[in-house]
């Protein structure tokens, strides 16, 4: 039986935000049903892309005003890595259909790399989920994507594009090179080895000028850097 697909509607956003709300309830009944309501909710197209516009509607502006999220916020990027990890799967009960797959993909990087950190951690999660499954070749635009924000000279955009890099690389580091990864690592390193090179020596130079906390994340974007070059 076909199930109807959950449209990007203000109604049903007013409603899946009262259930991510419902979620961190202090009564753990009311969260526990929340939570059985959201997770009843992904075998139903659209949902992943429903979660998305919310965090698009919500997160992206607290970034914008360098506003920490939400609490039902951060919990709408939690249940989105969830989801993802559940049902984002070549086959099997519930996978996500083709079309979904592919604006999830078309979206989901962009958006991440606008979100406040800890949103930004859970969909950087979920990137490296959908890369084990499809990337390079069913999702050629995702190096594209982390080099245009690598070259953007924004700290924060630097800090997310490398640690996602890192995560859907580091597993080279100790594959069997055969003929498939070889052709795997021709693709890639055209791509990323320069734009790479060049924000290691940016954020090289940027140290020095730096102070207090930013100073430390300039600290921790060079190890990141360091880490994609081993990778």
């Known amino acids: ?48 892309v429903l979660l998305l516009r919310l965090l698009e509607l919500e997160a992206v502006p607290c970034f914008q005003q360098n506003k920490p999220a939400s609490n039902h916020v951060l919990v709408a990027s939690i249940t989105f890595k969830n989801y993802i990890r559940r049902n984002y799967h070549a086959n099997g009960e519930h996978v996500i259909g083709d079309a979904e797959k592919d604006l999830i993909k078309q979206h989901l990087v962009e958006l991440m790399l606008k979100t406040p950190l800890r949103v930004q951690r859970q969909l950087s999660e979920a990137v490296f989920l959908i890369s084990r499954v499809d990337f390079p070749h069913k999702w050629e635009g995702l190096l594209p994507a982390l080099v245009t924000s690598l070259r953007s000279g924004e700290l924060q955009l630097i800090e997310g594009s490398l640690t996602t890099a890192h995560s859907i690389l580091r597993h080279y580091r100790n594959v069997y090179k055969s003929e498939s990864v070889l052709r795997e690592l021709l693709y890639i390193l055209p791509l990323l080895q320069e734009p790479l090179l060049l924000v290691f020596r940016h954020l090289l130079e940027q140290l020095p000028k730096a102070q207090g906390p930013v100073q430390r994340r300039v600290m921790l974007a060079v190890q990141s850097a360091v880490e994609v070059f081993h990778d």
Do not use: H, I, W
């Open 1 to 48: 039986m076909t199930q109807s697909t959950l449209e990007c509607t203000e109604a049903n956003l007013r409603a899946l935000v009262g259930k991510l709300v419902e979620v961190t309830n202090p009564d753990r009944k009311v969260g526990r049903a929340a939570e059985e309501f959201l997770q009843n909710l992904e075998s139903q197209p659209g949902y992943g």
